[in-house]
């Protein structure tokens, strides 16, 4: 069970650098200027360049649920690294919590942030489109692609200088969210095997195949992060 005094620990951590509280409060930002370019832009696009902004609403959609794990997931590494550069990891794991008592502590307040930020998405948007199943869905999912996030920030960085860098790259992935664009086979097949792409499709078709196929994907990439993980920490 996650105590108060690990979750205040966790709050003043974050609070006290300036980039890991931008990367937490960014979401909020995201989904407020969202709903205003949502209402606004459709009316400029359609009159002068003869755009219809809702042909992409999915695609819009999507990359703001990415964009979630992806700062959630920086934040979470980046408290992975501190516990690693303070050795506090290494203090952790020889005690009778374990690495497996690490990871829930460490984990477990993230994934709530990620839940919350994803019915944000749901509330302040008002998508009519995606139910409050599919949103449930896509939150269990994201939540997932911030611990993957997060543990190969982990896993590849040794401070949180690479893992900065490293972090810049891990956000290129959520490009194959919009792979459907591009109707190109080729690439679409690609990035069949990334997650981000698989929020896209739950979006735009929660079918049971693609409920299916989005769980598959995103658990295989977590038990090989979690593999490395164990297996690296021995």
Known sequence: MISCEHIKADYKQIF?????????????????LLKILLIITP?????????????YHSY????????????????TGFMMLDDKDGKIYELMSVTPIGRNGYLYNRLS?????????SFLI???IGI?????GTTLLISILISIQTIIIGLIMFDIADDKVKGLTYAKGLNIIMIFGLADLLNNESVIYIARLFPSYW???????????NIIM???????????????????KK
Not at 62 to 75: A, E, K, Q
Not at 109 to 117: A, L, M, N, R, S
């Open 128 to 132: 009519a489109s995606i139910s409050y």
């Open 60 to 75: 819009i959609i999507s990359v703001i649920f990415l964009m979630i794990p992806s700062l959630i997931g920086t934040v």
């Open 109 to 117: 307040i993230p994934i709530i942030i990620t839940f919350i930020y």
């Open 214 to 232: 989005s769980f598959c994907i995103h658990l295989l990439w977590l038990f090989i992060i979690l593999g490395r993980f164990y297996k690296k």
């Open 16 to 32: 006290r650098e300036k980039i890991m509280f931008l990367l937490f409060i960014l979401p909020v930002i995201l989904i407020c």
């Open 43 to 55: 009316i400029y696009t359609e009159e002068y360049l003869n755009i219809d902004v809702t042909d």
């Open 199 to 209: 929020i896209t499709r739950l979006i735009k078709s929660p079918s049971f195949s």
């Open 122 to 124: 749901r509330l302040v």
